[in-house]
Each structure stands twice: as C-alpha cells, then as structure tokens.
C-alpha cells in the first residue's frame, strides 16, 4: 500500500479501536517506489492509542528511526524488512517501546550481534523469534542472552547457528525459558541432553530438514524428554518420521505429552498470508 493511501485511511477509518495492524512496503520496487516514513509511523502512534501489534513486511526501515514506532506496541513483527546499523543499538534510548513483550525478526538481513545486544533494553521482552538471521554468531547469542534470562519463548530457525551450540546458551541463561523452537541442523544427542532437568519448559519443537548424521535417535530424544517435568508439547517438523516407528515410539514414551510429528508447511511467498 502506498503512504499516501495510508494516510487517507489513517485519516478517516483507523482509530482507537485499532489494536493490530500488517503492512508492507516496495523494499524490492526499486529506489524511486515510496517508503514509510517516520512521520507516518508517528501519526498512526498518535491516532491509533491502543494499538499492540504491528507487522511489517519488505518495508524498507533504513531512514526511519525505532523511536517513530507507536510506544504502545506489545508485539512487533519484521518480515524481509530492511533495517539501519543504528536501529537497535544498546546505546539508544531505553525508554523506547517499553511495553514490547515480543519481536519476530524474520530475514532481516542487517540483523546481527550488535542489533541483538540492543534487545536487552527492552525489559518487558518474553518472547524473540530469529528466523534467517545469518548474521548473529554463537558468541553474540550466549553474550546476549546472558542479559536475556528473563525470556520464555525462544525461536531460532532458518540461522546459521548449530543447535548444539543455541540449547547450550539457553541452558546456561534462560532457565525459566517455556518455549523453545530450532532447527535441527547440527544437532546431537549430548546437545540435545544439555536440556535435561530444564525446570519451567513446556514446548519443545525440533524442525527439520533433517540434514545431519549426529541427529538424536527417538530413544535418545525420548530420554531427554522424560527429564523435562513441564514438557507438554514435542513437536518434530520436517524429519520424515511421519507415521514411522520413531512416532510410535515416542507417543507410546510421552503420555503426558502431546506429540506432533509432521512435514514442514510450505511457506508462502506472498507477504499477506
């Protein structure tokens, strides 16, 4: 949608009733195609009161401060959007946005350590979703997360992180940690057991393709689950287990649990969905 249609509709239909809002932006329409602009960002703030959750897709956010985003957003979602050095920066004000309990941050390619550490100033933060973000190191994770330990859900997937090395970190700093969500890539039965005893999780999901030979047998996946006393959901996507034996073996191993083993959902190339 073009800013000036936005602006028509900010005008004359949104207003405080409005509490989620998806956009999308022209990221790859070229120099010359319109762009969000801070004080379009400031406007919908100011107009929408009571708005929490806001979903940008292929925006370009490289001229627009953090500090334009509305401060009553709970939930802020970043979806192949392009962002500055200085967006998330540790140095920034931290006042910004202190309401934000979760941010998705999905193919963000300027994404990296530096932007990561800057999370930690959002004290209400519970819940982080890096999907692609190839650019944050194992070293900037654990640093990271070691001022994180507040979170409860944790997503990583599609990264070039290995697996053993993120439970590692969130075995180390997120003991309250309820959620976790990876992809399986470089996973192992001893990473997998770092998670063993993990007192408040409660979802655990190991998503596929699988694509190594370390990868956790069932039993040994069964094993570590048995030692997890809130685990309620294990969820196994993309690991061509479905209707296989290693299905019936943890069904059979987790009655308290509800196990979920099934292909990937294929992604969607159209921002909308």
Known sequence: MRPKVMWHLLRRYMGSRLHSLRMGGYLFSGSQAPQLSPALLRALGQKCPNLQRLCLHVADLSMVPITSLPSTLRTLELHSCEISMAWLLKQQDPTVLPLLECIVLDRVPAFRDEHLQGLTRFQALRSLVLGGTYRVTETGLDASLQELSYLQRLEVVGCTLSADSTLLAISRHLRDVRKIR????????????????????????????????????????????????????????????????????????????????????????????
């Open 182 to 273: 990876l992809t399986v890539r470089g996973l192992s039965a001893p990473g997998l057991a770092v998670l063993e005893g993990m007192p408040a999780l409660e979802s655990l999901c190991l998503q596929g393709p699988l694509v190594t030979p370390e990868m956790p047998t069932p039993t040994e996946i069964l094993s570590s689950c048995l030692t997890m006393p809130k685990l309620r959901v294990l969820e196994l996507q993309g690991l061509g287990w479905e209707g296989q034996e290693a299905e019936k073996i943890l069904c059979k191993g987790l009655p308290h649990c509800m196990v979920i083993v099934r292909a990937c959902p294929k992604e969607s190339m159209d921002w909308w969905m």
